[in-house]
């Protein structure tokens, strides 16, 4: 069996997720070296944390706004081929059987919807 090709959109998506990962991780460990002028410690921690947690939200929001929007995009944008299970080779998809092997997906579908469709009768006599 072949290990499956991922797209290159796929791992754009995956890199703008480390991205967003990363900038999060930097904002939460930088912000205890931002300096307080005229303020107590008391204050002057509440105020580090409140705008934290105002920054992080932020980030969250644009990361799970950006994740919709790839995620459609990668939906809308998928492969106008399939991988045959026996010999790997790019099938165009419609096509209902591999030039390379022979392999019939209209007749692989029809077996897969009729065991889908009647389960084992556990209580039957074989």
Request: glycine share 10%; charged share 15%.
């Amino acid at each position: 069996m072949r290990f499956p090709r991922f797209r290159f959109f796929t791992w754009f998506i995956l890199a703008i997720n480390l991205l967003f990962l990363i900038w999060i991780i930097a904002g939460v460990s930088g912000s205890a070296d931002t300096p307080c002028e005229g303020l107590d410690q008391e204050a002057c921690d509440a105020a580090r944390a409140v705008g934290t947690g105002i920054g992080v939200s932020l980030i969250v929001a644009f990361w799970l706004a950006a994740d919709v929007i790839l995620g459609v995009l990668w939906l809308i944008t998928r492969r106008k081929t399939r991988d045959c299970p026996v010999c790997g080779r790019s099938v165009k998809r419609g096509a209902t059987a591999c030039a390379g092997c022979g392999y019939d997906f209209a007749a692989a579908a029809a077996h897969g919807m009729r065991t889908r469709q009647s389960p084992p009768n556990p209580d039957a006599q074989t």
